[in-house]
């Protein structure tokens, strides 16, 4: 099981990735790639190198099509992230290879899919092909980690979804003025790890009153930091675990 806040399962059908904007600089994908590399783990080896004191994308990415049958064994109902250790829109992901995925998730209505992104534009590329179609039970996302990558959230807006989600995380700056018009569902989250980098409040607060003024649900992750368990993910003293289906507010 996954411990990820919103979610209770990863698949890995594709692994490997490369640095696409600021918000990729510390990303764990990176870090745990070179530990399973480390473990012998054949598909994760070749795909991070050392650079200074940190592992970091070599750009080389492997299409697992042993991974793919995963979710089919799964009989109870689980919501699944795609790809927590890459990137299915990457422009190394053949077409093929994602219709595959898609495929598997169309044959398993029972699963909720969660798929992110920090490529919109090819997502939305591909998604709008007529052998596409929208599954009601796949959600589409993107990561927006400043002010600087709000061009996202208008691809992402502009992709057939059944469900249209946003990861501000790690969040490293102000994304005030943003359009959350037709966006589902926000997830916030600061920054982990050794080289973590801060997260203001009132960036927090912003995205919180950007989601009341269009009905998106809100999900307060993490505050983040070198102990984000310390740290802790309460906001105004309470636990914001909303989801898009269903809005729950934990005292």
Known sequence: MSKI?????????VAGCTVATAGCTNCYAMRMAARLEAMG???????????GERYVWTG???QDEKALAAPLAWRKPRTVFVNSMSDL???SVELEFIAKVWEVMKATPHHTYQILTKRPERMREVLSRSDFHVLPNVWIGTSVEDSAVLDRIDELRRTPAAVRFVSFEPLIGS???ADLQNIDWAIIGGESGPRSRIMLPEWVSEIEELCRGVGAAFF???WGGRNKKA???TLNGRIYDEMPTSQRISL
């Open 5 to 13: 806040e919103w979610t209770d399962v990863t698949w890995n059908p």
């Open 89 to 91: 829109f990457h422009p």
């Open 41 to 51: 783990t054949a598909k994760y080896q070749g795909l991070t190198r050392k650079s």
């Open 231 to 233: 740290a802790g993910r």
């Open 175 to 177: 994304i005030a003025g």
């Open 60 to 62: 080389t990415v492997v």
């Open 220 to 222: 307060f992750k993490q």
